[in-house]
């Protein structure tokens, strides 16, 4: 008889924010499937669980996804966790529960605590839409473009980002997104947990002034709101944008942007006009 896959949310912080269910299957599964099996033995030892836990992340899951899976099908019971939070929100597991759902075998969800959601409903900003896009490019020129991608998405934006990043990507989204309401939610559910709230300008001034920034970091950016009404003829708002030092066609996506236009329609209003 084939076995069963349990995807088990664990705390993100604090070891009590853990379900009474979330125990109870650990403490039954024949064997534990860890993002690092030494972070999840805190918890194990935590709620005194005596199980077997094998690593399964980034750089091992492609050949431990078969191994794992031919298991399953001989009768196993595994839990999967990543090291916090929800598997698969920007942490391993797809492969595993593609492969088990493939291969004919039950996968069950154990919900629980989610650094993306519990940000969400502190921040202050609408929770009525939200995009989730994990962490945004290392790279400065892909960082931008992944921004200008969601400019005009209607929606609370959330990532994830790395303390020694967080500077450079705040002054990222005071460029490209503007003066849009931002939350950085740091330690969340720890001990210096810590919301910070205002524009990108000001939150970024806020952690230059420190002399380091720890910590996992949720960021929020506020939804695009309706660009004001603009009775510039377009070639004229362009022609502004390039004598400020921007490139012709970054100024053309700018303009396009601000009027609730699409580029490619900027541009061929500006050719019919010349």
């Known amino acids: 008889m084939p076995g069963l896959l349990y995807v088990v949310a664990t705390p993100i912080g604090n070891l009590e924010?853990?379900?009474?269910?979330?125990?109870?299957?650990?403490?039954?599964?024949?064997?534990?499937?860890?993002?690092?099996?030494?972070?999840?033995?805190?918890?194990?030892?935590?709620?005194?669980?005596q199980k077997?836990?094998?690593s399964y992340h980034e750089h091992n899951e492609a050949e431990r996804t078969e191994d794992?899976?031919?298991?399953?099908?001989?009768?196993?019971?595994?839990?999967?966790?990543?090291?916090?939070?929800?598997?698969?929100?920007?942490?391993?597991?797809?492969?595993?529960?593609?492969?088990?759902?493939?291969?004919g075998i039950r996968v069950e969800t154990i919900p629980g605590p989610s650094a993306t959601l519990a940000a969400l409903a502190a921040s202050g900003l609408p929770t009525d839409a939200f995009h989730f896009d994990g962490f945004l490019p290392p790279k400065p020129g892909q960082r931008s473009k992944?921004?200008?991608?969601?400019?005009?998405?209607?929606?609370?934006?959330?990532?994830?980002?790395?303390?020694?990043?967080?500077?450079?990507?705040?002054?990222?989204?005071?460029?490209?997104?503007?003066?849009?309401?931002?939350?950085?939610?740091?330690?969340?559910?720890?001990?210096?947990?810590?919301?910070?709230?205002g524009t990108a300008a000001e939150i970024r001034a806020q952690l230059a002034g420190r002399d380091t920034v720890k910590g996992e970091i949720t960021l929020l950016v506020g939804k695009a709101m309706a660009p004001p009404p603009d009775d510039t003829p377009l070639d004229e708002a362009v022609d502004a944008l390039v004598r400020g030092g921007a490139p012709r066609m970054d100024a053309i996506k700018q303009v396009a942007r601000r009027r609730g236009l699409s580029k490619r329609e900027v541009y061929e209003r500006l050719l019919r006009e010349e």
């Open 68 to 103: 794992l899976v031919a298991r399953l099908q001989a009768g196993t019971v595994i839990a999967l966790v990543s090291d916090a939070g929800t598997p698969m929100v920007s942490d391993p597991g797809y492969r595993l529960v593609k492969a088990s759902i493939d291969a």
């Open 146 to 197: 992944a921004l200008e991608a969601l400019a005009d998405e209607h929606a609370t934006l959330i990532f994830y980002e790395a303390p020694h990043r967080i500077l450079e990507t705040l002054e990222a989204v005071e460029r490209v997104l503007g003066n849009r309401p931002v939350v950085v939610a740091r330690e969340l559910t720890k001990i210096h947990e810590e919301f910070l709230r």
């Open 17 to 49: 924010d853990i379900t009474y269910r979330a125990v109870r299957i650990l403490r039954e599964a024949d064997l534990i499937a860890c993002e690092d099996t030494r972070q999840t033995r805190k918890l194990l030892d935590h709620y005194a669980i």
């Open 52 to 54: 077997p836990a094998i």
